[in-house]
């Protein structure tokens, strides 16, 4: 347990550290300070002809992105996520529920998934690992 509040910790405290994305800054509008984030990500100039195609790409996503989907607030954005009809298959209401179902019903990597055997030799070994437990318990 308190391995998993270490990583929390850590982690925690790393995004403090951690600088804002390109992609943050170019849709705050401040595309210089995106350029020299842009630059420092990649190990470049921030004038260099690699940082600036990177850049021009990331503003055209935005553009395209703002162009797509009305500016709304916070809280709005999240509610579109649950609009539209569950019967209409381009309906982000669909898409949500269908989404949320996917991952609830794959299993978990760890956790109750890693106990279960996945072949014949390891099932054979559990029941009779289980056998040998009943039998001495009797």
């Known amino acids: ?5 270490l990583w929390a910790l850590i982690l925690g405290v790393g995004l403090f550290l951690l600088p804002e994305s390109p992609r943050w800054y170019v849709k705050k509008g401040r595309v210089d300070a995106a350029s020299t984030a842009l630059g420092r990500i990649r190990g470049q100039p921030a ?3 690699y940082v600036q195609q990177e850049l021009a790409e990331i503003i055209a996503n935005h553009e395209y992105e703002t162009a ?11 509610a579109a996520c649950f609009s539209g009809s569950i019967a209409d298959p ?5 898409r949500t529920i269908l989404g949320i179902s996917l991952q609830v ?5 760890l956790g109750t998934s890693a106990d279960i055997p996945d072949d014949a030799t390891t099932h054979r070994q559990v029941v009779e690992h289980i056998k040998q437990r009943l039998v001495a318990s009797d």
């Open 47 to 49: 004038d260099s002809d």
């Open 68 to 78: 797509l989907i009305p500016s709304e607030t916070y809280f709005a954005s999240w």
């Open 90 to 94: 381009g309906s982000n209401l669909r």
């Open 105 to 109: 019903s794959e299993p978990p990597a």
């Open 1 to 5: 347990m308190a391995v998993q509040f």
